[in-house]
């Protein structure tokens, strides 16, 4: 019998709790042992709940429960969930979490406690929610090079940059409906600038290369100044504005950063619509690997949390499998990678071209005009002299 | 150190003899040992090959050497493979095989053995060749139920469908094409008459459900009577035919099934062009999670191969992973599930309201008729007294 402690009751917590109770054979037969959920950690208790019996608010009724193997936390962001990841791994528990922020900020030191303490911390939702990511990327690239990964790893700004494109909306409008919908928060912050994509990102960095990726140096930008023509001008160009947070492995360092781009139409990141994640893994001598479903909602982040419960009570006495050091991985600017523009400007074709070469303009029937440019660095593009209103890396 | 033995030294086993050596140092990290390619087994020696120290011709050497941990199959066919993995698993040693008819026919005994004798036989590349799809389906969707799992799983016939959809080419021309590229076998019939794809959609099914899914029980069709009308029709509806296997887990039975299909543009199978292999997971209460990647080649096959490997090596003492019995799964008849239908034909659409209800005509700028009907079983869709040349399950 293997005791489950769950820390929160939000969506993640709820969904969890109901698929811990009411899926308990799968569970179980998953498991190779009965799994119970023994308590809710709440920070009041819900009287009506079915659940009312298992909640509890203090965390040191479940430190001290030596027969909690599993503590699942679903409190995010990193006050106390720190402090209770912390203290559950110290007391020799494992712990699983969809706290982005948390293994973002605390990877290096919550892995390594875990290693130390001989227990395991997965994560597999944060990055990605309920698509199977951080396991395939750690159990199954390991006869190749991975090189890059590129995805789309925010549901309310995917949605709201597909309603941009398909729709025509304006960014306020496609806002104003994620929130209607619940896909975005009443504050959008940290998923409009790019903050949840950057963290994510950060988490995939660090787990390739073992070095941490720290998101205050990580570049972010989000998608607060697309306007309908740019979705209009990409689309008309045959490609997608996506916010991609990507990590490329090149000579020198690696590149981690979070920004929208065009993507090409051939890529299978163009047609990732929706609040729907998808990331692409480039592999050598693999190929490209695409993955893609739903990034969030209770359910599925629900799915992947006790993925990785089930994970560690298949193999409790396996080594943390992810660790990264507090060493800070060396950054390469991503402004010095050679990629393809797609650039919004009004600069007449001839200027265009005699300043940055061959190039194939695009034009809307609305008339807003660009064009897609050769490969160079956003530096050389700067620096050509020209007016641009706005330029994206293609991605292909 | 771990001692590899590698049977067959065709594309698969040169690739995976390449890496074996050329990866070693990125091996060795992943293993957490040296990996050491210590035998080929050839029929004949290759006096000018590199890997010449390691060729032997006689499998009794590999057998006999009880420092051979792993052994990677890739003779491929029922024959001398099936003899040594029988061998090398009562011989105590892993196995690791992409033979896909190999599994589909006897992986029932195979898994078992390999439980009985404490050793495990892992296949990833059996199935969508370089894409980790049954690692994940067996480690990541514990906590749901698999409901359905849906793939293109066969490159040769997925670039032929793409050929004709996209040039109009026939189906002859598409096929000589692929054979001139090396996409297809000079004798053809495995990939185009739905074999090669029925095999990998039986592993999927008897891995999901612990029963046998027999082959030569299951409904295979292939691409041989598409015609290159079709696939404009298809276009024409917005959808694109595609060869998909089928494993649909219902009341009463599970339908395993390989067929055309009209996919809807909606899916991403429906771009899943050329060689790529592609599978979609629908699963409850988690949702639709989708892969795609690099269904054959010897590079990709060879990383998936040796990612079996490194599984092995890494949780040596973990019972085998996955086992079916003998029993034969139940079947369920394709056509008694309800699914909408792209039909050809020339019927009026009058006279297929009438017979069929509310359905969406369609009609190409060649003149190519049909419609999209409700949804109905195939058995009802026969029994509507209409003429068909043509029909084609929606998947959506």
């Known amino acids: 019998m293997a005791n489950i402690a769950l820390l929160g009751y939000g969506t993640v917590g709820r969904s969890a709790a109901d698929l811990l109770t009411r899926a308990s054979d799968r569970l179980a037969a998953a498991a190779g042992e009965p799994v119970t959920l023994q308590y809710i950690l709440v920070r009041r208790a819900y009287p009506g709940s079915e659940h009312a019996p298992r909640f509890v608010t203090d965390f040191d009724a479940i430190e001290r429960d030596s027969s909690v193997r599993v503590v699942a936390e679903a409190i995010g962001g990193t006050g106390a969930a720190l402090e209770y990841c912390r203290r559950a791994l110290a007391a020799g528990k494992h712990v699983v979490t969809a706290n982005k922020q948390l293994i973002a900020e605390y990877g290096h030191e919550l892995t390594a406690l875990a290693r130390e303490r001989g227990v395991q911390l997965l994560f597999e939702p944060s990055v990605a929610g309920g698509i199977p990511l951080l396991h395939p990327l750690r159990e199954c690239f390991g006869a190749c090079s991975v090189r890059e990964v590129a995805g789309i790893l925010n549901g309310t700004t995917n949605y709201i940059l597909t309603e941009m494109r398909e729709r025509g909306a304006s960014y306020d409008a496609a806002l104003a409906r994620a929130q209607e919908l619940g896909y975005a928060e009443q504050d959008p912050a940290a998923d409009v600038e790019g903050l949840d994509a950057g963290r994510k990102t950060c988490i995939l960095a660090s787990m390739l290369t073992g070095l941490r990726a720290d998101p205050a140096a990580v570049c972010m930008r989000g998608i607060t100044d697309i306007r309908p023509e740019d979705a209009a001008l990409a689309a008309c160009a045959g490609m997608s504005i996506r916010l991609l ?28 619509s929706g609040v729907t994640n998808g990331a692409l893994v480039r592999a050598e001598p693999l190929g490209e690997v695409f993955f893609s479903g739903p990034g969030a909602g209770g359910e599925a982040t629900a799915c992947a949390l006790l993925s990785d419960v089930l994970e560690i009570l298949r193999a409790p006495g396996r080594p943390q499998p992810s660790v990264w050091s507090g060493e800070a991985l060396p950054l390469l600017d991503p402004d010095t990678l050679p990629m393809r523009w797609l650039i919004r400007t009004d600069e007449p074709a001839g200027r265009l071209e005699a300043a940055l070469g061959a190039l194939r303009p695009v034009r809307t029937q609305e008339g807003v005009c660009g064009a897609v440019t050769g490969t160079m660095t956003r530096r050389a593009l700067d620096g050509a002299g020209l007016r641009l209103k706005a330029a994206w890396p293609v991605f292909e």
């Open 245 to 272: 947070g990507r990590v490329i492995r090149a000579e020198g360092g690696t590149a981690v950063f979070v920004r929208p781009h065009a993507v090409a139409g051939s890529s299978p990141l163009c047609r990732v």
